[in-house]
């Protein structure tokens, strides 16, 4: 069962999807993703529960349109079933018993960060968040960070929102200002260059810098290969090894270069998708048609 309960338009593009799942509820902890199909034709799509409630037996998920995939999920509605969902996958977040950590998201990050720092609060760990985006349309759950926080720091790239700049800054300022060590860690959670130049910022700091990887992925379990990643100089896998890995140690060019291989269809795939789009859902028919 994974009925869409309920769907919400965060920002432009930016859906929240609540989905009956309780059984993926009830094991799901910070960290864990799942991955989705909208159809018996679309592709798998990795996406990092947002949150969970157990009492409630519901998932929260949170994606941004930005290809074929993304936009037929996006076209699901409430009461609309996704054809597959399979989780929680990955190793969960390690909770360290920190004294202070600063989450940094960018983006889309914001929903996968929450869980995070939710948890840490929840132990007692003081927590600045620092939230990015392009622009103040594009942010979201601001009051939900913020209520996790002990220091919430906004940034926009065309400063609409917030202070002008990038996260790397208020980051930098942060691990500048720390002159008794108390930040034990830094999560970064976003685009990847960002997440790269957070590990950057934090490197010389000798702060650890855990970071969580989107690299393409097919069936979630190791068996295909395809979410591969160079981390230590170490082949591993995103979907068994992490998704988190330690954000000194990320081959990120390499990360990067294998993130543009489809670059080319992916676009092909959208556009054709934008001119001749698909009928909504049509799930139980296929269903119907498996079982004949």
Known sequence: MSTILKKT??????????????????????????????DAFG??????????????????????VVGASSLKLSRLEEGDEFYALIGPLGHPSEIKPLDRVVMVAGGVGAAPIFPIA????????EVVTVQGARSADLLFWTDRL???SVEHVITTDDGSAGRRGLVTE??????????EKRIGGV?????????????????PFCVPTVVSLN?????????????????????LFTCVDGPEFDG???????????????????????????????????NILLRQNEEV
């Not at 939710?118 to 760990?125: P, S």
């Not at 208020?170 to 002159?179: K, M």
């Open 215 to 235: 690299s393409i992925m097919i069936d979630g379990t190791g068996m295909c290969g395809g979410c591969r990643v160079t981390v230590a100089k170490k082949t």
């Open 9 to 38: 338009e965060l920002a432009s593009k930016i859906w929240q999807i609540e989905v009956e799942a309780p059984r993926i509820a009830e094991k799901a902890l910070p960290g864990h993703f799942v991955v989705v199909m909208a």
């Open 43 to 64: 592709e798998r799509v990795p996406l990092t529960i947002a949150d969970f409630d157990r009492q409630a037996g519901t998932i929260t998920l949170v994606m941004m």
């Open 146 to 148: 913020a209520s996790v």
């Open 170 to 179: 208020p980051l930098a300022e942060q691990l500048a200002a720390d002159s």
């Open 187 to 203: 999560y970064a959670i976003g685009p990847t260059p960002m997440m790269k130049f957070c590990a950057k910022t934090t490197e």
């Open 248 to 282: 000194h140690q990320v081959d990120w060019d390499s990360l990067m270069s294998r993130q543009r291989t489809y670059h080319t269809q992916e676009g092909f795939a959208f556009g054709r998708m934008l001119a001749e789009p698909a009928p909504l859902n049509e």
């Open 118 to 125: 939710r948890a840490y609060q929840q132990q007692g760990t």
